[in-house]
């Protein structure tokens, strides 16, 4: 009885939550190649970004622009980094001094000075439905 109550809140509490969940629609633009996987890593504090990912994912590369749903992610601030991996590594290959030699991109499409850009750079807040555009570079 004691493991059916508990039952019935988690699943109660999880279906609150998405209700009011939010919907952030992630819209990746200037794909030269339609080819290999796209990976992409969310954030959402400064110590964690390039580190260790909130959620992280893998899709295919298919189309010259891309639309990616990500349902249910709650209200916060998040930052995002993404790279098209056209030769199939699952790495962001670099050249010399760490020059990246395959397309990627951040939210609010940041750019670093020697290296990625800061997490303040990238971070946006998510309180409602909406589409982050990034263009790859």
Not at 22 to 43: C, D, P, W
Not at 88 to 107: Q, T, V, Y
């Amino acid at each position: 009885m004691k493991a059916m109550i508990i039952f019935l809140v988690f699943v109660v509490q999880s279906t609150v939550q998405l209700l009011f969940a939010q919907n952030l629609t992630i819209e990746v633009r200037n794909i030269e190649k339609a080819e290999g996987h796209l990976y992409v890593a969310i954030y959402n504090s400064e110590e964690t970004f390039m580190k260790k990912p909130l959620a992280a994912f893998r899709i295919d590369v298919k189309d010259t622009s891309l639309s990616i749903p990500c349902r249910g992610l709650p209200a916060g601030t998040y930052a995002v980094s993404l790279f098209q991996d056209e030769n199939g590594n699952g790495k962001l290959d670099s050249g010399a001094f760490g020059i990246p030699l395959e397309k990627f991109g951040f939210s609010n499409d940041a750019e670093g000075v020697m290296g990625p850009p800061s997490y303040g750079k990238c971070c946006f807040t998510f309180s409602e439905d909406m589409t982050l555009v990034i263009h790859l570079k």
